[in-house]
């Protein structure tokens, strides 16, 4: 079974532009949710979908975005670009049972350098 | 709310050294725990999970965690450190809902030859 994919894997891009990261969770999960990884912050969550609605969300501005598809893959949206959202992305799929706790499952994550 | 507290950003030991990763948990509710350990350039993978079944986990690579409530502790030991252990090491509690993970700020786990 496939695990998750995230593309790309490393993204530079310079302040003010736009970037979209794509997530591909595992055959199955309907979960996908994101994650801010940066030296200082650590790993913080950005926000959860679930057939194809945000259904939780991180402490994080308006200039991060998502959606969902209907085949469960998922794309995050960063807007106009700040030095500080140069980080490691990464997405994690979970079937999202009726469960107290869902394993989740990590891509490899994008590097998104901002300069 | 949920939180968890890694003490130590940075642990060395010795090859063949016992490794002991500290975490403290904090939550409202009975707590699901898990630690995550992430290579360079990977993403996290799950070293084992407590869900309330055991108090003593046991997970991947020899790694082993206890839950001990009195304490407030999920403390991930390894009893021979080897040098494919160096890596970065979350732990993680999750929210009520079980869909939202608070994760510590890491421990970086060195391995001296």
């Known amino acids: 079974k496939a695990g998750v994919t995230q593309t790309p894997r490393y993204l530079i891009k310079t302040r003010g532009q736009q970037v979209t990261l794509s997530c591909s969770p595992i055959?199955?999960?309907?979960?996908v949710s994101w994650y801010q990884q940066t030296p200082g912050q650590g790993l913080q969550f950005l926000f959860e979908?679930?057939?194809?609605?945000?259904?939780n969300k991180g402490n994080f501005p308006g200039r991060f975005s998502g959606r969902q598809f209907s085949n469960s893959r998922s794309e995050m949206n960063v807007s106009t670009l700040e030095l500080g959202d140069s980080a490691l992305y990464l997405c994690?799929?979970?079937?999202?049972?009726?469960?107290?706790?869902?394993?989740?499952?990590f891509g490899p994550g994008t590097r998104l350098t901002v300069l | 709310a949920q939180s968890v507290t890694q003490l130590g950003s940075h642990v060395s030991v010795s090859e063949g050294a016992l490794v002991l990763l500290r975490c403290n948990y904090s939550?409202?509710?009975?707590?699901?725990l898990f630690w995550y350990v992430q290579y360079p350039n990977q993403g996290l993978q799950l070293l084992l999970k407590?869900?309330?079944?055991?108090?003593l986990v046991k997970g991947i690579n020899g790694f082993e965690a206890e839950f001990k409530k009195s304490e407030t502790s999920f403390h991930l030991t390894k009893p021979s450190a080897h040098m494919s252990d160096a890596a970065e090491y979350f732990c993680?509690?999750?929210?009520?809902?079980?869909?939202?993970?608070?994760f510590g700020t890491g421990t970086s786990l060195t391995v001296i030859p």
């Open positions: 939550s409202s509710v009975p707590p699901y």
């Open positions: 407590y869900t309330s079944a055991a108090t």
């Open positions: 055959s199955g999960h309907r979960s």
């Open positions: 994690a799929s979970s079937f999202r049972l009726r469960e107290p706790y869902n394993e989740q499952f």
């Open positions: 979908y679930f057939s194809e609605t945000q259904r």
């Open positions: 993680a509690v999750s929210s009520n809902t079980g869909n939202q993970f608070y």
